[in-house]
């Protein structure tokens, strides 16, 4: 196996969106918000929003996804919680409380939160009354922001699992199947929430994926843009220098139109003063990365 764990951390701008919304009060449809240190506030989308989204992808992968059972009086709603038959009982986990079965999730996410304050922007519209002059009214809160999206993969516990006594350890190639599944769906992220009338892509822009065998977060909130879409490099160095003892690998992909300071980010390695750790660096195209990762010949659980 390349490593037992995998961090992804990508930046993605959304336009003119209310992609996961809050609730309504009154005629406002509201998003979700949390309070930064300054007391801005930052829309964020949570991270069971993002899982949904992705399931989504994997069904039209062809997957087939765990059914999901009533609610019981004795239990919650659940799924079959059948990690070795359904991808998404695998990598997403699952609690049935009848059962006593619960399996943590390998996959965890924070959704996504925006990097810039929310600056109260609305949307106003008007549902028509065909037959007089009692139209309805209504508001929507939206955002133009640029994301950012964390992901911890825990790939050693990735199809294995031991449900009653029970032993679960999917084949190498299926696991193999099911991790290259859920990174195609994060490089072709959407989201299908609410985008009937607030249509916006979220797919990666800029995205960091770190290799190591302890599971720790690398890159975590030092992945920034500012205002003039300018990385910032020494967050990104000090992450990297800081674990330069525990890191396998890693990869950089960027969008050349994304990003205004591409000279600086393919320029990084110059900055990390351990030889040994700026070979374990690949920066290149997010297309080319892409292409890489998903490649038959990039193998994360099959040895060769």
Same mark, same amino acid.
Request: net charge neutral.
């Given at each position: ?40 506030? $930052? ?21 087939? /996804? ?70 309805? /009214? ?9 994301? $950012? ?22 084949? +190498? ?60 490099? +020494? ?41 040994? /750790? ?27």
């Amino acid at each position: 196996m390349r490593a037992n764990f995998m961090e992804i951390v990508f930046l993605t701008k959304a336009e003119k969106t209310n992609v996961n919304a809050s609730g309504v009060e009154g005629n406002i449809t509201s998003l979700k918000k949390t309070t930064e240190i300054d007391d801005t506030q $930052r829309v964020f989308i949570s991270g069971a929003s993002v899982k949904y989204s992705i399931k989504e992808y994997l069904k039209e992968l062809g997957f087939t /996804l765990s059914p999901v059972k009533s609610k019981r009086e004795e239990a919650q709603i659940t799924t079959e919680c059948d990690p070795e038959k359904y991808i998404d009982d695998d990598l997403f986990g699952y609690m049935d409380t009848a059962g006593e079965k619960k399996r943590v999730a390998p996959v965890k996410t924070n959704g996504m939160i925006s990097l810039f304050p929310y600056k109260n922007d609305m949307n106003r519209g008007v549902r028509f009354d065909p037959t007089g002059m009692n139209h309805s /009214l209504y508001d929507i809160e939206i955002v133009t922001t640029v994301f $950012r999206s964390n992901w911890a993969i825990e790939l050693d516990r990735v199809g294995k699992e031991t449900v009653k006594g029970k032993e679960i350890n999917v084949p +190498d190639n299926e696991k193999e199947k099911r991790i290259k599944a859920l990174i195609e769906g994060i490089f072709n992220f959407w989201s299908r929430v609410k985008q009937s009338n607030y249509l916006t892509t979220l797919s990666p822009q800029l995205i960091t994926m770190v290799f190591r065998d302890d599971k720790t977060l690398t890159i975590g909130d030092k992945l920034i843009i500012d205002q003039n879409y300018r990385v910032n490099i +020494d967050a990104l160095v000090d992450a990297i220098r800081y674990h330069a003892n525990r890191i396998k690998e890693i990869y950089i992909g960027y969008s050349p139109s994304f990003i205004s300071n591409v000279d600086e980010l393919t320029t990084i390695t110059n900055r990390i003063d351990v030889e040994e /750790l700026r070979n374990k660096i690949t920066i290149m195209n997010i297309a080319d990365l892409k292409n890489r990762i998903l490649d038959n010949n990039f193998n994360i659980f099959i040895t060769k």
